[in-house]
């Protein structure tokens, strides 16, 4: 079964939204089968962002992700990736669709809630740098 990781960033768990937005998968279907709540460090930002290094967003990026503890978390179910990109909504909250996590709790472009992998390949890449193999259900 596919698999993603999802963080819910630190705008969204200091804003007390990470309830609904955990009840939202489940709702959707997905199961939950790994989840911490922990402090990004810069090490973990340089690895997890990667393919982000040297855009000019890329410094206030990791400043936000580093700056108050985030929840991250493995979701399981059929088609999981293309379907939490679609349900959580455009990087932009300004440019999010009505109901989506993005629109209903995020701040702005860089303070937008929730992070999750996009393809199969970053999925298992972003998996292993969270999750350790038994730390997985
Ligand atoms: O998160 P998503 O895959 O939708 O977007 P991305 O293009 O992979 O960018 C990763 C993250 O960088 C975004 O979720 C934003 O938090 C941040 N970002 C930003 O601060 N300013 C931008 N112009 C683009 C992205
Ligand atoms: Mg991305």
């Known amino acids: 079964m596919e698999k993603t990781l999802v963080l819910i960033k630190p705008d969204a768990l200091a804003d007390g939204h990470s309830g609904d937005i955990i009840k939202r998968y489940e709702a959707e ?3 939950l089968v790994a989840l ?3 402090r990004m460090t810069r090490s973990i930002a340089a690895k997890h962002y990667a393919e982000h290094i040297g855009r000019p967003y890329y410094d206030g990026l990791v400043e936000f992700m580093t700056s108050a503890p985030l929840i991250a978390m493995v979701l399981e179910g ?3 990736i293309a379907r939490v990109r679609e349900i959580n909504g455009a990087t932009n909250p ?3 669709a009505e109901g989506t996590i993005r629109k209903l709790y995020a701040r ?3 303070k937008n809630a929730v992070h999750a992998s996009d393809r199969p390949s970053s999925a298992a890449r972003e998996i292993a740098i969270f999750f350790s193999e ?3 259900f």
Request: glycine share 6%.
């Open 29 to 31: 279907g997905f199961k």
């Open 108 to 110: 702005d472009n860089t």
């Open 94 to 96: 300004a440019n999010a």
């Open 36 to 38: 911490k709540l922990m």
């Open 134 to 136: 038994l730390e997985q």
């Open 78 to 80: 059929e088609n999981v």
